[in-house]
């Protein structure tokens, strides 16, 4: 067959868009249709090859769909498979030519041959023309029924894909109770696996509106059919293994037994040679000993040896995506891989992308034994060809000082760097000296020795050079010639292009001035009037304020620019734990590649109305964003919000609760009541609180989310019960507010909250008055039924009961006040 | 729920379309354009093979000359679709007999893309096993395995073997002579330090298997491994005969083996597919025997001279030999003239890699071998630029010898007609990342 696809490669300037060509294919096909010719088949066929080779470079032959499908009447498998896939690809958008298919389709779907009728529902699925979904119902639901496992397999996606064009065709026609019934009696196991996708789908997204869909999805990881998937789980495919397995991760057994019989069961899936399989063992594995932590600790040491199995085989794409979940584990447990730093080693020849994550792991698994090691083996990689893998390494050769491993001879490594004089490698160094210096002031002597010596004329890169003007500044006193310098840089202030570096030179002249008066007065004249000339917004303000400020008080100006300094202690953790924790939870999945739970990178529209399950991650969202930021300009938290976050801790962690909301914009209405809560406010006229007999809680309990996310996770479900609101009760739930407020009453605090009308979710907390023992709840209410669903995890199940009657007795209240 | 893909496109080094298929509808029908534009053209190509573009994710792989694509807009498992795409391209290469590249993919279209419709549905990998597929989907892409036609060979029960009850043997296959022929490949990856110290070091291996064996025969390999030796001499209550025992770090077998069994018995006893398939994947960390010492001496004379010295020495048994045995020693690159001398083997300047590329077809066991060289360098007025030296990477291959000293002990064939099997066995060691620091 010649490819014909070469045309478009060389196009002849008679027919550049193939145009000519299409209306020949349409003459060509017309003459071939009635024909019954012998041999008309192979010239069929050739025509055919055309018509797909067209398509798949992008020229539209949709112009010739008629014919296609005049010519479809053939006993040629071959030529009913690309007229089928023909038809798929433009039904859509000429849907009704498309009824023409229908017809043929129909036919082909009561064929004798089971392929045939396979293909042609594959097909008809695949049409995705909403108004002909009528044609579909029949064909699928005797597909469901065939005698051949191979249409029935396809049958179980196609009611996933009718769902996908029209909800309600599909649950109308009662096709998922079908498919649970295929999925829990068919002798197929490939037929099994597609209805479980399907019916996982399916039930997914139905859960939010619909309860029974919502009972089925969690009937779906219920024990029966779990156990019923593991007892065959040899027969899956390695594919749809995949699938059991990630269903069972979601499934939690209630006592330890069972734990180890799952995991004996499947230990043998870690030598299964797909490597998915592999992963979603270990993922199963690891959520299946969340909450026994000696447990845990083994199943890490028992996935380590397949996990560096699986980096080290297979192409560098693949290894990147087991590296991702090595990465996620490895930053969980830095000391459980501490002994397997030669692993990470990174190999000449292999991408970037396979290195950063190395590097990074590195540094993690650094500590008092291996330091010496890996710190050579990065300063191998610092004179790498590659530039962004040597300043990856330098970096990373920073942070491990920064963890107080041997920081003496890192120190004098880092000045090594300095010594060969490459532009990166100073760059970046310098960058790090500046943080060494301000977590340990007492290395000065030796760096500023150094540091000296470097001509601010060889240093480019903002923000190295920013580090440099910030030592200038600072070691004025030390440098000889520091004033000097700085006065070369404020010489050549028209040339800087860079804010940062106008603004740091500013704050320096500004501290050299105070310890070195008559050397620097000269250049902090000119650097003020460059300053308050410039056009930059901050870089005008900071030279005005400064001008201002010595004006008014020149010991006072002192005080402000030169303060006693702090040794910085504390780091900016690039994620907050929520986040790591999602992600751990999404393992096995883009979530881990992206170091991102996925609601950050999937489409809002995917989510759905009930999004707000996520609503606890979701309020951390806004701080982390900004932490990432803030990481990425500097590493160090800059001493004013190490005093912030400090005071936070001091003021407890209700304050730290109130950051957490803060940022997102959306809750603006449900911080106000909280900071009410805080500081009472919103008691002042509220009556004192029924108080339980039997269990009383404490008025000012007090939980981080972190805390609450982490006890949620770990407790099990201890009640599980239907609540009711009275009408009052409705009509006063406009906001979740209403109900916080008033549940905060009964001494039971809400944590998250989210939702519209007419469902909303809600996560609250009490504590035992006279014991720190915690009462978790998510309490989803739907207005329409004006009924609640409620969960309760206790800590001390002794009082599950009164607990549970408490709350539901203040729920019932909600509304009558 | 891992779904693996939304859209798969092939493309070729130029961003042009050689096939494209669409699974579901929720990424856009233009991802190609956006592929092109932001990844293809851009300098982002080959930085990292997991992109986000708008909402779509893009995964990524380079095969030949070819790009595959995937396309998804969901949180997806990313592990299975790599493995998707890896285990789809082996499909296809069973099916051409060997290469894929564009223009195997030109000349085949219509076969890819029939076998990517049997091979995905919805975004769910459904059976990839290319014993199963041929049975339905063959090159001349006529035969239905229900069809009434008869056909040139029975197929008995095809339907179950389709949907892949049985997986991967087929029943009824009949060999005048029955043979197996048994390959451990192993690839020594090696970091070693400019002081020839070993920073790392392992050995992955692959036992490959080729069967032309009638009926449905049950297969049993013995190796010289610890926990397999142990187990039987526990058995046996005696001692293991004195001689290496290797201990495996991770062990992965093909789907065809009980690991029931493996783990129960510590045996490795399966039902083979029929023709070749990968049987076992194993890793080693510990006790691994260097096949080669290298030790350079890399000296610069001033600014425009270097001298540089390499020895080789052969380790492994002085009755066995390496075959095209490369050794690349790295030069700077702005070297002027250099002048070699090797005591085998023949080397000269590379200038597109920058390095010395010395060859030696033939390297006996116990020999070492020399290269020495003065290199001239083009003087630069930038003479404070040191060279950062990559290091000296070889590659090799040694038939007979296996970096880890894992032997074949016994291959056993049983099969209910009894019939008589040749059974081959042959090992070869060749060089992975095998890197020395100068």
């Known amino acids: ?817 | 729920m891992p779904v693996a893909a939304s859209a798969i496109y092939f493309l070729n080094l130029r961003g042009d379309v050689l096939i494209n298929r669409l699974y579901r509808d929720d990424v856009g029908g233009n991802m190609v354009d956006a592929f092109r534009l932001h990844i293809l053209q851009t300098k982002e190509l080959g930085t990292c093979p997991v992109r986000q573009i708008g909402g779509c994710s893009f995964f990524y792989m380079r095969i030949s000359n070819v790009y595959i694509v995937i396309v998804v807009s969901s949180n997806a498992n990313v592990a299975c679709a790599f493995k998707f795409v890896v285990e789809a391209v082996n499909l296809f290469k069973s099916y051409f007999g060997g290469a894929f590249d564009e223009d195997a993919i030109r000349n085949n279209f219509v076969l890819i893309y029939e076998l990517l419709d049997e091979i995905m549905d919805f975004g769910y990998p459904q059976n990839l096993s290319p014993e199963m597929l041929k049975l339905y989907i063959t090159q001349e892409g006529v035969r239905s395995p229900f069809s009434s036609k008869p056909t040139d060979r029975p197929v008995p029960n095809a339907t179950l073997q389709v949907t892949g009850a049985v997986g991967w043997r087929r029943e009824g296959l009949v060999y005048k002579k029955n043979e197996v022929f048994l390959d451990i490949v192993e690839s020594v990856n090696l970091l070693m330090s400019s002081k020839g110290s070993v920073l790392r070091c392992d050995v992955t291996g692959k036992i490959l298997m080729k069967c032309f064996l009638t009926g449905m025969p049950d297969l049993k390999l013995g190796l010289n491994d610890k926990i397999g030796l142990e187990k039987e001499s526990e058995i046996k209550s005696r001692p293991t005969k004195s001689g290496k025992t290797i201990e495996l770090d991770d062990v992965t077998f093909h789907q065809c083996v009980n690991l029931t069994r493996f783990n129960s018995e510590k045996t490795v006893s399966f039902v083979p597919p029929d023709g070749e398939f990968e049987l076992m994947k194993y890793r080693i960390t510990e006790g691994v025997n260097l096949p080669f010492r290298v030790l350079p001496t890399i000296k610069e004379l001033g600014r425009t001279r270097m001298e540089v010295n390499v020895k080789v020495k052969s380790v492994f048994g002085a009755k066995m030999f390496a075959l095209g045995v490369v050794i690349k020693v790295p030069v700077p690159k702005q070297t002027a003239k250099t002048s070699v001398q090797v005591t085998s083997g023949r080397a000269k300047y590379n200038a597109s890699m920058d390095c010395l590329m010395w060859k030696i077809r033939k390297f006996p066991g116990q020999t070492e071998s020399t290269l020495s060289a003065e290199v001239e360098l083009i003087s630069t007025i930038a003479e404070k630029k040191s060279w950062t030296r990559p290091p000296i990477q070889m590659e090799f291959q040694v038939p007979m010898f296996t970096a880890s000293g894992l032997r074949v002990r016994f291959l056993k064939v049983w099969e209910k007609s009894g019939y008589n099997t040749v059974e081959w066995v042959r090992y070869i060691t060749k060089a992975g990342s095998y890197e020395i620091r100068c």
């Open chain 1, 1 to 817: 067959m010649a490819p014909p696809a070469q045309s478009q490669r060389s196009p002849s300037p008679s027919q550049p868009s193939g145009k000519g060509e299409v209306s020949d294919l349409k003459m060509q096909l017309r003459q071939l249709a009635g024909s019954r010719a012998p041999g008309t088949d192979d010239s069929k066929r050739d025509l055919f090859k055309k018509v797909i080779s067209y398509m798949t470079i992008g020229i539209d032959v949709s112009s010739v769909f008629s014919e296609m499908v005049m010519c479809s009447a053939t006993s040629d498998i071959v030529l009913k498979k690309m007229c089928y896939l023909y038809v798929g690809n433009y039904a859509k958008y000429n849907p009704d030519l498309a009824l023409l298919t229908i017809n043929f389709l129909q036919r082909d779907c009561k064929d004798e041959d089971p392929m045939i009728r396979g293909l042609a529902l594959r097909s008809l699925g695949s049409l995705r023309v909403p108004n002909l979904v009528e044609y579909l119902v029949g064909p699928l639901g005797a597909g469901l029924k065939d005698g051949n496992s191979y249409v029935r397999m396809v049958a179980a996606v196609g009611v996933l894909k009718l769902y996908h064009i029209s909800v309600s065709t599909c649950l109308d026609a009662d096709f998922p109770a079908l498919l649970k019934h295929l999925m829990l009696n068919d002798p197929d196991s490939q037929v099994v696996a597609n209805c479980l996708s399907a019916l996982q789908e399916i039930w997914g997204v139905e859960a939010s509106s619909s309860e029974e869909a919502a009972r089925e999805r969690e009937a779906l990881i219920s024990k029966p059919i779990i156990y019923y998937l593991l007892n065959r789980i040899k027969e899956f495919s390695e594919w749809a293994q995949c699938t059991v397995l990630e269903l069972v991760s979601k499934y939690a057994p209630p006592d330890s037994n069972e734990i180890f019989d799952i995991m004996n069961l499947l230990e043998d899936r870690l030598q299964h040679a797909n490597g998915a399989v592999v992963l979603a063992t270990i993922k199963l594995f690891l959520q299946l000993t969340l909450s026994m932590t000696d447990v845990h600790q083994q199943v890490y040491e028992r996935i380590k040896a397949p996990l560096l199995t699986l980096v080290s085989s297979g192409s560098p794409e693949q290894s990147y995506a087991v590296l991702s979940h090595l990465h996620l584990l490895v930053m969980r447990a830095p000391m459980l891989f501490a002994s397997d730093y030669k692993h990470l080693y990174c190999q000449y020849n292999e991408p970037f992308y396979v290195k950063k994550l190395k590097l990074e792991m590195l540094t993690a698994v650094a500590n008092e034994s291996n330091t010496y090691e890996i710190v050579t083996e990065l300063c191998e990689y610092a004179a790498n060809v590659d530039i962004p893998i040597a300043r990856e390494s330098i970096r990373a050769v920073g942070k491990i000082a920064l963890e107080q491993y041997d920081v003496n001879a890192i120190v004098d490594r880092l000045l090594q760097f300095l010594e060969m004089e490459k532009d990166y490698v100073t760059a970046e160094t310098l960058v790090l000296v500046k943080d060494l210096l301000r977590k340990y002031p007492q290395w000065s002597h030796d760096c500023i020795a150094v540091i000296g010596n470097i001509s601010s004329n060889n240093v480019q890169e903002p923000k190295a050079k920013a580090a440099l003007i910030w030592m200038l500044g600072e070691y004025a006193q030390d440098m000889q010639d520091a004033p000097y310098a700085l006065e070369g840089l404020i010489d050549d202030w028209e040339d800087e292009t860079s804010p940062e570096v106008r603004l740091h030179l500013l704050t320096a002249v500004m501290k050299c001035f105070f310890r070195r008066p008559p050397e620097t007065q000269k250049a902090l004249g000119s650097a003020l009037a460059a300053g308050l000339a410039d056009m930059h917004q901050d870089v005008h303000d900071r030279a005005l304020f400064y001008y201002r400020l010595l004006q008014h008080n020149i010991s006072v100006a002192n005080s402000v620019v030169n303060p006693p300094k702090q040794a910085v202690s504390v780091f900016a953790d690039t994620q907050s734990s929520e986040i790591k924790d999602r992600i751990f939870d999404e393992f096995n999945s883009l979530s881990v590649v992206y170091q991102k739970p996925c609601y950050m990178f999937t489409d809002k529209e995917h989510q759905g109305p009930f999004a707000f399950s996520e609503e606890l991650g979701n309020l951390a969202i806004g701080v982390d964003d900004q932490r990432v930021e803030a990481n990425d300009e500097d590493l160090l938290l800059s001493t004013t919000r190490k005093e912030d976050s400090l005071s936070q801790q001091t003021q407890g962690a209700l304050l730290v609760s109130l950051d957490h909301t803060e940022p997102a914009a959306t809750h603006a209405q449900q911080t106000n009541s909280v900071i009410d809560d805080i500081f009472g406010l919103g008691l002042s006229s509220s009556p004192t609180p029924t108080p339980s007999p039997l269990l009383k809680l404490n008025a000012k309990a007090v939980l981080d989310p972190t805390t609450f996310q982490q006890k949620w996770r770990q407790l099990p479900v201890s009640t599980l019960q239907e609540g009711f609101l009275t009408s009052q009760g409705v009509a006063a739930m406009t906001t979740p507010d209403a109900l916080v407020r008033h549940m905060q009453l009964h001494y039971i605090h809400c944590i998250a909250s989210g939702g519209q009308a007419p469902n909303f979710k809600l996560f609250f907390f009490a504590q035992k008055a006279d014991e720190p023992s915690n009462f978790l709840v998510e309490c989803i209410i739907n207005l329409s039924t004006s009924k609640a669903q409620i969960k309760i995890k206790v800590e001390d199940e002794s009082a599950s009961q009164a607990f549970a009657a408490l709350f539901q007795a203040a729920l019932s209240k909600f509304g009558m006040a």
